[in-house]
């Protein structure tokens, strides 16, 4: 029964924070835009104007709105999934399409929370383990922000990077305080970053941002951070390579995407993020293992 009740609570809690994550995604694009219009930079004139209303309304009195037609959405209108099939992915008012983001983003927190919990590599008897376990939640949360926001426009959000590295701090702070070897938790911490983070800065600075943006870098960080192993970091690195090699090997068959197609990394790293937490303790063994 508890355990129900916990998986219960992971599945509405993700649907709730996927709806949230799909209004703030829209949010951080409008203000983008608008910084960069303010900044001189070239902008979308149609996309500006679109979401142009999302900038003039205050925290207090701001409301999920049609992007289309402004029509201020009602409760039963944010019904996190439900909503969306029920009016066919359209505004109740203008009947335009809404898109598959946001139902996507509700779906993919709710099965990050369970698939979090249900494969959790570590035990939670303490409080601080609770604690840990809590912080990867919501960094996930973030990440899936930067996930719909890159593969949407190519670009990660730096309030939003800069947050999971803040939750990423907290997170390897109280791996270092439950460690046994404290100095050896430190060091696998940094080698960590050094892998995520270090090897695309290199990369970076090599290619003068050809090949890997300066965003990237910043994941790299929150994510070696949320990790805090290197083990697991190398895990999380070869795992976003491979499924990115797996997704663009079709394209680039079929003649539909070339060598030189740009293809967002951030969602690839963050898929590597959640494959080495929660199975890289399991690969690891295994590796080891087989040496023995």
Not at 64 to 70: F, P
Not at 77 to 106: A, H, Q, T, Y
Request: charged share 15%; proline share 2%; net charge positive.
């Amino acid at each position: 029964m508890e355990q129900t009740i916990i998986y219960v609570t992971l599945v509405l809690s993700g649907l709730i924070l996927g709806s949230f994550a799909g209004a703030t995604v829209w949010r951080l694009r409008a203000r983008q835009l608008r910084d960069d219009k303010h900044h001189g930079e070239l902008v979308d004139t149609s996309e500006y104007k679109q979401l142009e209303k999302l900038t003039k309304s205050s925290i207090a009195d701001d409301r999920s709105q049609c992007l289309h037609c402004d029509y201020k959405l009602k409760w039963y209108d944010m019904i996190p999934v439900l909503s969306w099939v029920f009016l066919g992915g359209k505004c109740r008012n203008c009947r335009k399409s809404i898109g598959l983001m946001e139902p996507l983003l509700e779906l993919g927190i709710m099965t990050f929370f369970v698939l979090s919990y249900a494969f959790w590599p570590y035990t939670m008897t303490s409080g601080i383990e609770v604690t840990m376990f809590i912080i990867w939640l919501v960094a996930g949360v973030g990440l899936a922000i930067l996930f719909a926001y890159d593969s949407k426009w190519f670009i990660l959000s730096d309030k939003v990077n800069f947050i999971v590295i803040g939750l990423g701090i907290l997170y390897s702070i109280l791996v270092v305080v439950i460690a046994s070897d404290k100095l050896s938790a430190i060091l696998s911490i940094v080698g960590s970053a050094l892998i995520l983070s270090g090897l695309y800065l290199v990369l970076y600075f090599i290619s003068r941002g050809k090949w890997v943006g300066f965003g990237d870098i910043k994941l790299g960080l929150g994510l070696a951070l949320l990790l805090a192993d290197w083990r697991l970091a190398f895990i999380a690195l070869f795992a976003a390579n491979l499924v990115g090699t797996i997704a663009v090997l079709p394209g680039i068959i079929t003649g539909k995407l070339k060598r030189n197609t740009h293809v967002p990394f951030g969602p690839l790293l963050i898929i590597g993020l959640v494959i080495a937490q929660l199975s890289g303790g399991y690969i690891v063994s295994m590796y080891f293992s087989s040496l023995l």
